[in-house]
């Protein structure tokens, strides 16, 4: 069966630190990868996704970045947090069936980033 | 621009009452349809997916879809304090990523 992965679960940063966030999917082959960030009492805001390695689609310019060097992993950074970085991240993973995004989406268990 | 629109609630229940949950949105276009149940804290949970119109059931859960009226909603049977839980809305069409409601905040008392 599937699963993805995401670390680290919880950390505190100060501004203008940086940011790596990694998240693995196992168990698929070419998935659809997305970032998705939610803010506390907002809805989801998708970030980034790749549909394949090296592939990168930025959804809201700001001064977060994705790669996804292999097929099943996908990295969030920042080089410099800003306060406004705070929030739930949420990695996710589709089946590619058909029209790219029409397929089921499927949550890591988030990492929450506390800027100070 | 596409919208998902969901009531913020808290939608309040009785233990084993029906719960109703609706959402609607914009594009006609429109070709799946989820929902996602997110406990306090956790990250959004797959529930079900719709992508005709009419009635899907799987256990106490049942997706209406009318796409006529860009209307699809979640129906919980004998509802639990344990579905208390954010229900979030989401739609996807094609080569689009998917447009997430805001969800719906869900209380089911003892």
């Known amino acids: 069966s599937q699963t993805i992965h995401q670390w680290p679960a919880t950390l505190v940063q100060p501004v203008g630190s940086p940011l790596s966030l990694e998240c693995t999917v196992e168990?698929?082959?070419?998935?659809?990868l997305y970032w998705y960030r939610q803010a506390a009492g907002r809805g989801l805001q998708l970030l980034f996704y790749?549909?394949?390695?090296?592939?990168i689609s930025s959804e809201v310019p700001q001064n977060l970045s994705a790669s996804r060097p292999q097929d099943r992993q996908f990295i969030l950074s920042s080089k410099k947090l800003l306060l406004s970085d705070s929030g739930f991240y949420l990695c996710?993973?589709?089946?590619?069936?058909?029209?790219?995004?029409?397929?089921?989406?499927?949550f890591g268990e988030g990492s929450r980033l506390t800027v100070l | 621009q596409k919208e998902v629109e969901q009531n913020s609630g808290p939608l309040s229940v009785p233990e084993g009452a029906i719960a109703s949950l609706n959402c609607t949105y914009s594009?006609?276009?429109?070709?799946?349809f989820f929902w996602y149940r997110q406990y306090s804290g956790k990250s959004p949970e797959l529930i079900m997916s719709?992508?005709?119109?009419g009635d899907k059931e799987d256990g106490r859960f049942t997706a209406q879809l009318n796409k006529a009226s860009q209307y699809v909603s979640l129906l919980i049977r004998d509802s639990q304090p344990s579905d208390s839980a954010t229900y979030l809305c989401?739609?996807?069409?094609?080569?689009?990523?998917?447009?997430f409601g805001k969800g719906t905040m869900l209380l089911v008392s003892p």
């Open positions: 996710a993973w589709s089946v590619v069936a058909g029209a790219p995004h029409t397929g089921e989406l499927f």
């Open positions: 168990g698929t082959s070419n998935p659809n």
């Open positions: 790749s549909v394949g390695i090296g592939q």
């Open positions: 594009d006609r276009g429109s070709q799946s």
């Open positions: 719709i992508y005709s119109n």
């Open positions: 989401a739609v996807g069409r094609g080569y689009s990523t998917l447009t």
